[in-house]
């Protein structure tokens, strides 16, 4: 029976462990106590992708569903303003009330570590906010192993060649510890960059009173709490693909480097004057792709092994890819999502847009 299930999901059971997982996870668990269950996944001559609880699947995917929300409102307001302008041109009125857009800081510093200091009026809120994700994302990651258990009978039946049945149950403390050192890395890092604004805008109303120059603004002294939360989001984003893939020092790098992902791009909306409130696409776009990127450069095989093979209570024939080769599977993975969370959501948004309020009520 065993043998039977290894040979009949041999060339898809790695590459959708969302569809034949619970089956597989069923079914072993209702043998394995009466007969020697050790059936082989062979992926010798597949691709695959690693994405352990859904950085690209969930979060990257509908960090470009943002986006094209986002380009799809502002052609919307494009088409809207000429379409007025043109109206009023036919009339030979002069738009004299006619409502521009909003004029934002020179400098990117400026625009996305504001005045006001991100928001003295919910600063609780946000911190609060940020708390709860924090707690819950532990149960997201760490319960994507869907077990804590001993897997005592897959090991005994493996006669010692599933080495990793035995370490299996170590895999969600591994996934908590690189989430704690991830965002507390990243953490610290957005303090500091928070704390360099507030510094560099006191520093520019010092030289603004020192030459009694009319630009003169007066700052809050709260940090920006909002982009500390956002900061730490980002990081809880990047390690979800590779939580149990890699070493808790990497774990810290990729905390780090997910404040560069983020702020990169918080500057494509400085750019392009897209107005994202929610920070959606840095947070989950930008972030999202970073948790793909991070395995194929960070990971370690032999966690690999562990995870899935406890995960499916199987045995895995994985192939052991170069680094550029496994760089390059991560790449084509993340643009086949981005590419089909682009193509479906522009079409769904495009098509809302055009549809008359009228006829969606009725």
């Not at 192993?145 to 170590?170: H, K, L, M, Q």
Request: a neutral charge; aromatic letters at 12%.
């Amino acid at each position: 029976r065993s043998s039977d299930l290894g040979s009949s999901s041999n060339e898809t059971s790695f590459l959708g462990p969302g569809f034949l997982s619970p089956y597989r996870k069923l079914y072993c668990r209702d043998s394995y106590k009466d007969v020697d269950v050790q059936h082989v996944l062979d992926t010798e001559s597949h691709m695959y992708v690693v994405d352990f609880a859904g950085g690209g699947a969930v979060h990257l995917l509908g960090g470009v569903a943002g986006l094209v929300l986002l380009l799809v409102l502002k052609l919307d307001n494009f088409l809207r303003r000429r379409e007025l302008r043109e109206q009023r041109e036919l009339a030979q009125l002069v738009p004299s009330n006619e409502r521009e857009e909003p004029s934002r800081p020179d400098h990117f510093l400026d625009w996305m570590y504001p005045e006001h200091g991100g928001g003295d009026l919910h600063i609780e809120d946000s911190a609060l906010g940020v708390l709860i994700l924090w707690t819950t994302w532990f149960a997201f990651n760490c319960g994507s192993t869907e077990s804590v258990e001993f897997n005592s009978g897959i090991a005994r039946s493996s006669n010692s060649s599933n080495e990793y049945a035995w370490t299996y149950y170590n895999v969600p403390g591994r996934i908590a510890i690189n989430m704690i050192l991830c965002t507390g890395s990243a953490g610290l890092v957005a303090v500091c960059i928070a704390g360099y604004a507030q510094v560099r805008a006191r520093t520019f109303v010092h030289q603004c009173r020192r030459r009694r120059s009319p630009q003169l603004r007066s700052r809050s002294r709260s940090t920006n709490v909002n982009e500390i939360a956002n900061g730490i989001l980002s990081a809880l984003v990047s390690i979800t693909s590779g939580c149990p893939f890699v070493t808790p020092q990497w774990a810290i790098g990729i905390g780090i480097i997910s404040i560069a992902f983020y702020h990169f791009g918080c500057w494509i909306e400085y750019k392009f004057n897209l107005n994202d409130t929610a920070r959606v696409f840095p947070v989950h776009g930008m972030c999202g792709f970073w948790s793909m990127m991070a395995p194929g450069i960070l990971v370690d095989s032999n966690f690999v092994h562990q995870t899935y093979e406890g995960l499916c209570y199987c045995v895995l024939c994985l192939p052991q890819p170069s680094q550029g080769n496994r760089f390059l599977y991560q790449l084509l993975g993340s643009v086949v999502i981005a590419i089909w969370s682009a193509l479906t959501c522009g079409a769904f948004f495009l098509l809302l847009n055009f549809i008359p309020a009228q006829k969606l009520v009725t």
